[in-house]
């Protein structure tokens, strides 16, 4: 390895011993490791968030597997390169020997190429292990993952990231040590905080606060003692909190149903936190606002007809006025939202219409509430039998209004909250 790689490349664990975190999956008696320390493979897919350790694994894979070991980045190989790792695992064969493909991102493959892949696996020429960030569920060929075994990685907790960090300060062969700097324990437990799970995010903050300091430092190898970088150095060196987030993948999903269910559990407190957190992160303010609408409906519905006009009037005040100000019609909707009385008797209604609809398609509309605006239309029975209800009492005649074979049925519930109950 290049002495000039990055910290996080450099700190890759090399064996099972020196890896950190994905306890439920590489502990002692765990069944990932005994696949691994048996030689057991066959073919795997590696799901989870990024800087968890999917690649770390399969290198140490690749050293401990008595099969060839090849792999690929789905960003960079095509099909053609997909064929030629076939052949010669095709000329291993023969000599009894297996090959083992490890495939990055294997989710950029599209169904093509992961279709030129399932014949070899299924056949056993090769032993797949696909790594992802992406919910393998759609990323991955239904035929393809049925045929692999499927372990799904954790974000790394700030106790494991705390461990990663520390043994990088120490290391003077792949490390930090040579460059004798301490790290205040408030900073490393900011650094630990602040990376969200993910090692690579962490190693690369700690990387960039030592070298800064290193460059202003007379610190050096073999001088008076080790320096010691504060968290406010820290702070000031990586400026704007780096969150993960990827505004097209499951973290993305996974943050806005964190939001909306906070929200339809009355939580204002953890809604709000989810949308700062979304805002901070760089989430799309209008992808926020149209979340709230559906929520005013689905969620709270007729229990607080007010609901929709605000979340609208929040959408609308937001396209006004942009951001940064733009959060606090935001803020001011989600914490109302939140608080409100709830109620999806409406959207839960309307599930129930659709399934009539599909399940009585012949059904139509009555005689007496067909079009007349026509001439003609009395000639054909149009309208004949209906009651004008502001021709009565009340503005109101009990009479039919759904079809025949839906006679009686009952679609909206109000529930017992807010106007509804009403």
């Known amino acids: 390895m290049k002495k000039d790689s990055p910290l996080a490349r450099r700190?890759?664990?090399?064996?099972?011993?020196?890896?950190?975190?994905?306890?439920?999956?590489?502990?002692?008696?765990k069944p990932l490791r005994n696949i691994i320390e048996g030689d057991l493979l066959s073919s795997l897919i590696l799901y989870g968030p990024p800087g968890t350790g999917k690649t770390a694994l399969a290198r140490i894979i690749a050293t401990t597997t008595k099969a060839q070991f090849k792999r690929l980045n789905a960003v960079m190989a095509g099909v053609k390169d997909l064929r030629a790792v076939m052949e010669e695992a095709e000329?291993?064969?023969?000599?009894?020997?297996?090959?083992?493909?490890?495939?990055?991102?294997?989710?950029?493959?599209?169904?093509?190429?992961?279709?030129?892949?399932?014949?070899?696996?299924?056949?056993?020429?090769?032993?797949?292990?696909?790594a992802t960030t992406e919910n393998?569920?759609?990323?991955?060929?239904?035929?393809l993952l049925s045929r692999s075994l499927l372990f799904t990685f954790e974000s790394l907790a700030p106790a494991e990231i705390e461990e990663i960090l520390r043994r990088a300060l120490k290391d003077e062969e792949r490390g930090?040590?040579?460059?004798?700097?301490?790290?205040?324990?408030?900073?490393?437990?900011?650094?630990?905080?602040?990376?969200?799970?993910?090692?690579?995010?962490?190693?690369n903050?700690?990387?960039?606060?030592?070298f800064s300091m290193a460059a202003e430092s007379s610190a050096t190898a073999g001088g008076a003692g080790p320096a010691t970088i504060s968290l406010a150095q820290v702070q000031e060196i990586l400026g704007r909190t780096n969150l993960k987030y990827d505004a097209g993948g499951d973290y993305h999903y996974d943050l806005a149903s964190a939001f909306i269910k906070s929200i339809r559990g009355s939580d204002p407190d953890?809604?709000?936190?989810?949308?700062?957190?979304?805002?901070?992160?760089?989430?799309?303010?209008?992808?926020?606002?149209?979340?709230?609408?559906?929520?005013?409906?689905?969620?709270?519905?007729?229990?607080?007809?007010?609901?929709?006009?605000?979340?609208?009037?929040?959408?609308?005040?937001?396209?006004?006025?942009?951001?940064?100000?733009g959060r606090i019609p935001l803020a001011q909707a989600v914490s109302y939202l939140a608080c409100a009385p709830k109620s999806n008797a409406a959207y839960l209604a309307l599930g129930e219409?659709?399934?009539?609809?599909?399940?009585?398609p012949r059904a139509t509309v009555p005689?007496?509430?067909?079009?007349?605006?026509?001439?003609?239309?009395?000639?054909?029975?149009?309208?004949?039998?209906?009651?004008?209800?502001?021709?009565?009492?009340?503005?109101?005649?009990?009479?039919?209004?759904?079809?025949?074979?839906?006679?009686?049925?009952?679609?909206?519930?109000?529930?017992?909250?807010?106007?509804?109950?009403?």
């Open 11 to 29: 700190m890759t664990p090399r064996s099972l011993k020196e890896f950190v975190g994905q306890e439920h999956l590489l502990g002692e008696n």
């Open 91 to 130: 000329a291993l064969q023969a000599w009894k020997r297996k090959t083992v493909l490890f495939i990055d991102e294997i989710h950029r493959f599209n169904k093509a190429q992961q279709d030129a892949l399932l014949p070899a696996v299924e056949g056993g020429l090769l032993c797949l292990i696909g």
């Open 136 to 143: 393998p569920f759609i990323a991955v060929n239904p035929p």
């Open 176 to 203: 930090l040590g040579k460059y004798k700097f301490d790290l205040a324990e408030e900073a490393l437990l900011y650094l630990a905080r602040i990376a969200g799970g993910d090692a690579r995010v962490a190693l």
């Open 205 to 210: 903050a700690l990387e960039m606060a030592v």
């Open 270 to 325: 953890a809604a709000l936190y989810w949308l700062a957190k979304m805002l901070e992160a760089g989430e799309d303010p209008l992808f926020i606002a149209r979340r709230l609408i559906i929520s005013a409906s689905e969620d709270i519905g007729n229990a607080d007809p007010r609901a929709l006009c605000l979340a609208v009037a929040a959408a609308q005040a937001l396209q006004q006025v942009g951001l940064p100000e």
């Open 353 to 360: 219409a659709l399934s009539s609809v599909k399940n009585s």
């Open 367 to 422: 005689p007496h509430l067909r079009d007349t605006g026509y001439k003609g239309a009395a000639k054909l029975g149009h309208g004949r039998g209906y009651l004008y209800p502001h021709d009565f009492p009340g503005h109101f005649i009990p009479q039919d209004y759904l079809p025949p074979e839906l006679q009686g049925k009952t679609f909206y519930r109000p529930g017992g909250q807010g106007y509804e109950k009403e």
